[in-house]
Structure formats: structure tokens, C-alpha cells
């Protein structure tokens, strides 16, 4: 099919397409939509970035305008299930987008967000329901929400879902649902959980794979740098100094390496905003918005978003760390290359990380074309770890200053310790002894130091009140 009309779509879903530019069903949607028209179950395979979305979106427009049906309070016609919040808002705004010329309603919930709203939106019931598994479980235990009259269950991303954790939320959710019921299942990748939780959801499933499982983009051109992981952060400001990196997504492993990385752009002066996950939902919203706008140059994120971000003329993904697990590493260069685009994908690897190369290269069936070192780049003798002080914790002890003693390890003087030698080669007196432990004793805290000749603490212990008398002596008694 060479259009959209050769699928007997409704004239309003074939003009909002129009409006969107869009004119050739990509193969997935060849493929998929015809099927899911015809009311079979349905096991997708295909790379993000492929048109997964429309591939399920239009077939449920289309169905739902055709036969049009009261709204249940509190309950929907369609689940859509997602594991992020960025990918839930996209494929809501995606519903809208294709169903703007139809009555037909669609929310999205997801965590993050206070609760409130979501209830009140449900109340009246809708038609077409995104949502986060674990979102739509408190919704369902506080009785805001009912599964009884879903007609059509989507799992999209379901890969990801069960990296996630969202494994037996899913089993509790399909628990819920009518047993009459049309589901369809969308993944990059076909993991063996995966398969058999497909098993135990689909009814005869019809597989639909446009691409072999766990294949890269055919648009995107992968390399790698080979660089100590002190080197990275010099790495990356120096390739983002070239004009050519018009709009970056950089990938860490962590959130906390994601704000370290941030802080580096921003004090280089290059214009960087962090996503993951303990950036609250508006934090992430304007972060995404302002990337997807052209505010920002650069945004850093972790796995967790990968699939929630589809921005497009991405013209640079780099993997500031590698993944750990492979699989991740296709759907991070998948952000890039998207509606036939063309684009780039540079990771960074450290010697820690060839292991997590040649997993990926084995997975992806493909050899990444080696870069070398620019030369130009700085040199870095410190770890990233080592450029901040470490902090001291106050149950700590001491760090006694060193004067030329031997210790015994923990920095404290050992009795057998020599005193250090005068400019005469005569070791010091009692009081120059004297002095030299009060000296130590003004690198000490406050409520620690002692008086040169060993009294007490120069405040006064915890243990007395405010006028500095013991609890329980006849002037405390008196009062």
C-alpha cells in the first residue's frame, strides 16, 4: 500500500495526516495496520523511529470513530501501556494529533504528578488511556479507575518495561482485563521474558518483524573513541566545539554522572540541561521542551528516557558511558537517524569498557568504525572522582597534622614516636611540647580542642545547660 487511503481510514484521520505531513505508511505500518483493522493480535518487531506509534494509534481511531459508544465513568475503551512518562505524553499527544477531527478523548497518566488531577480526569471515563503500570495501579487500588470494559490492551516498548521492573505489574494489569479482548505488543527487542509474556497475553498472535531483532538503524553512522575515563569530559567538550554537533543527546549510566557531566558543559560554556530520574516531572518537561525547541544545545539523559525522547534532527548520539546491557545501546542510537534522517553515533570507551563493546558488537552483528583521539585534545591527569575533597564525617576521627611523626597508620603519634628534631638536632622541650600540641589541637574541631597543658575542652560538654551548671546542682534545683 504506496498511502494512508489504501487502508480505508476515515477522512478526518486522513486529513490530520495530511496536516502532519505524512503521505507513505512506513513497513511497520504496512504491515501492522491492516492486521490490527482486521482485529488479530499482534507481535511487532521494529526499531524506534519507525512509526510504531501511528502503527497502532490509527487502527484504534479508526475503530473507535466507526463504532461509537458511551464513555464508562471511571473506565477507558483502549489501554495504552508505556514504560516512561515522556514516551506516555508522546504517544498522547500522538492520539490527539491523529483523532483531532473525532469526538474521541484521550488521557495520560503517569508518576511524578500529583494524583488529584488524574482522578478528576477519569472520572467522566475516556476513551483511549495511556499510562505508566505503576501510575494506573494506585489508581486502580484507590477504585478511580476500572479495567472491566477495555477493549483493545497496547504494550508498547515492552522490552524496556521489563528492564524496568514493570514485569509483574504487567501480569497483575492483564489479570484485570477482559478475557475478549484485542491485544497488540510492540518491542524493539524480544527478550525470552518477553516472548513468554506474549505467550500468556496474545491469542494467536500474528508477528509482524520489519527488522531482525536487535538490529541498529541503517541510517546511522556508529563509531568509537577509545579514551581513558579521565579524558572523557576534555573529549566531549572538545568534539562539541565543532559547529557540525547542532543538536546532541549524550547518555550516561547514571543520574548522578548525568548532573556531574551538566556542570562540566555549563562551566565550558556550552548550554546543557540533565533528564533522568529524580528530576521531577516539570524539571523534565522543560528540559525536553527547551532541547526540542532549540534552547538547548545539548541534553544529557540515562537509559531511563531513552525511548521517551523523540525529538527530531537529532544530529549527534553520544554515549558518554557504554551500557551495560546491549540492548540499551540500539535504542540510545535510536534517537537519532528518525524519519529517514541521517545521523551520527559516538561512544566513549574506557578500558573498563571493552567488555560492553564487544557485547554490543556481538548483539548488533556489527563492527564500530574506531576513531582516534583528536589532536587537540588536553591532557587530564586527574579522575573525575579525585577532583572534589572528600568529605569529612563528623563520627570521624581526627586527622592529626603532620609534623614529621611517625604514626601508626590512622594519623595519630605512636608512644615510640621520636619528636621532631630541632634546627640543632635536639628534640624539643616540654614546652615547646606543649606548644606543638596546641598547635595540633587548632586543627581539631571546636567542641574537640583541649588546653596546651591537657584540661578540659575549651567549650563546655554537652551535658550542662545554658548558665554551664550541672544538671541537678542547687542552682539547677532551685529553679
Known sequence: MSNFADFGLASPILEA????????????????????????????IAQTGTGKTAAFALPILQRFSAAPSRRVPRGCRALVLCPTRELASQIADSFRTYGCGSRLSTAVVFGGVAIGGQQRLLAPGVDILVATPGRLLDLIDRRDLSLEHVQVLVLDEADRMLDLGFIHALRRIVKLLPRQRQTLLFSATMPRAIAALADDCLTEPVKVAVTPVATTAERVQQEVVFVPMPQKRALLTTL???????????FTRTKHGADRVVRHLTDHGVEALAIHGNKSQPQRERALAGFRGG???????????????????????????????????????????????????????????????????????????????????????????QERPAKRHFNAAPRWPDNGRNDNGNGRPTSSSPRPARANGQHSSSADGQRERAGDARDLPAFLRRDADGGRPSRAPWWQNRRGRKPGSRAASSR
Open 17 to 44: 495526516l495530511a496536516a502532519e505531513g505524512y503521505e507513505t505508511p512506513t513497513p511497520i505500518q504496512t504491515q501492522a495496520i491492516p492486521l490490527v483493522l482486521a482485529g488479530r493480535d499482534l507481535c511487532g
Open 240 to 250: 562539541l566545539a565543532d559547529p557540525a554537533f547542532e543538536r546532541v543527546l549524550v
Open 295 to 385: 534552547q538547548i544545545r545539548v541534553l544529557v539523559a540515562t537509559d531511563i528516557a531513552a525511548r521517551g525522547i523523540d525529538v527530531d534532527s537529532v544530529s549527534h548520539v553520544i554515549n558518554f558511558e557504554l551500557p551495560n546491557v546491549p540492548e540499551d545501546y540500539v535504542h540510545r542510537i535510536g534517537r537519532t537517524a528518525r524519519a529517514g534522517a541521517a545521523g551520527t553515533a559516538i561512544s566513549f570507551c574506557s578500558d573498563d569498557e571493552r567488555p560492553y563493546l564487544r557485547d554490543i558488537e556481538k548483539l548488533t552483528r556489527l563492527k564500530l568504525q574506531v576513531v582516534p583521539l583528536p589532536a587537540n585534545l588536553p591532557a587530564v591527569a586527574t579522575a573525575p572522582d
